[in-house]
């Protein structure tokens, strides 16, 4: 193995080792956000990809308003656009992150130093169609309340489309916030895809769920 390779799984095992903490998320997406795009390359990440062909099967709509919670670098605005979608809006906690995901040209509009748990403070009265969260729903990164927060980003009847990686559904009680959005009626759940394919290192689930009204 060369050294690039081993470098960049070294970076893929530091972020599964974060804690949670947004400073600390924030600091370590600022060093690792130019050579993003090429670690995750080498080990095969697949995530952007399966999302954007999962969400054309819930939306067909391409002028439909999305927003990428969690854009990174810009990798599923750019599988999106290569789907036909043109209106794709996008946040993220590293400023650096949502800087590559603005030089992508592919985004309306991208906002940096976005907390997600606190994005209804950010994006107050939002109504979109679809949202995408994809690669953040991962150890030390964001809990599972987040995704009740997510899902009032959206207008009813809307998609939220979700991945979590293999370990953080078994280690957290995402099962148990999802249970609990679907009995208060907040959410349906249309489809999940069980232990797809991710990157090298292994699977996630992917989540498609309908805002109820
Ligand atoms: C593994 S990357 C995935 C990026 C992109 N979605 C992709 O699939 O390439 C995880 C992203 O989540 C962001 N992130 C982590 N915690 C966050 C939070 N609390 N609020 C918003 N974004 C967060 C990180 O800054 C990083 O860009």
Redesign the pocket.
């Known amino acids: 193995m060369n050294d690039d390779k081993i470098s960049s799984i070294k970076a893929i095992d530091a972020?599964l080792r974060l804690d949670g903490n947004?400073a600390r998320?924030k600091e370590f997406?600022a060093q690792w956000a130019k050579n993003y795009d090429s670690d995750?390359g080498d080990a095969c990440y697949s995530?952007?990809a399966i999302a954007a062909k999962l969400l054309s099967q819930h939306v067909a709509d391409r002028a439909a308003r999305l927003l990428d919670a969690?854009?990174?670098?810009g990798?599923?605005g750019r599988e999106l656009q290569a789907l036909g979608y043109s209106v794709i809006d996008g946040f993220?906690?590293?400023p650096e992150?949502a800087d590559q995901a603005t030089s992508t040209g592919v985004y309306r509009r991208v906002v940096g130093d976005?907390?997600?748990?606190r994005a209804l403070e950010d994006f107050p009265g939002s109504d979109y169609d679809a949202l995408l969260s994809?690669?953040?729903f991962?150890l030390g990164?964001?809990p599972p309340e987040a995704l009740a927060v997510l899902a009032q980003l959206l207008r009813a009847d809307g998609v939220l489309l979700v991945s979590t990686r293999s370990h953080y559904y078994e280690q957290t009680d995402f099962q148990q916030q999802v249970d609990a959005l679907l009995d208060c009626g907040q959410l349906a759940l249309e489809q999940v895809i069980w232990d797809a394919p991710y990157n090298h290192d292994g699977e996630a689930h992917y989540w498609v769920f309908r805002i109820l009204g």
């Open positions: 972020a947004p998320v997406y995750v995530g952007p969690g854009c990174g670098t990798q599923v993220d906690l590293s992150m976005i907390d997600m748990m994809i690669g953040v991962t990164h964001v």
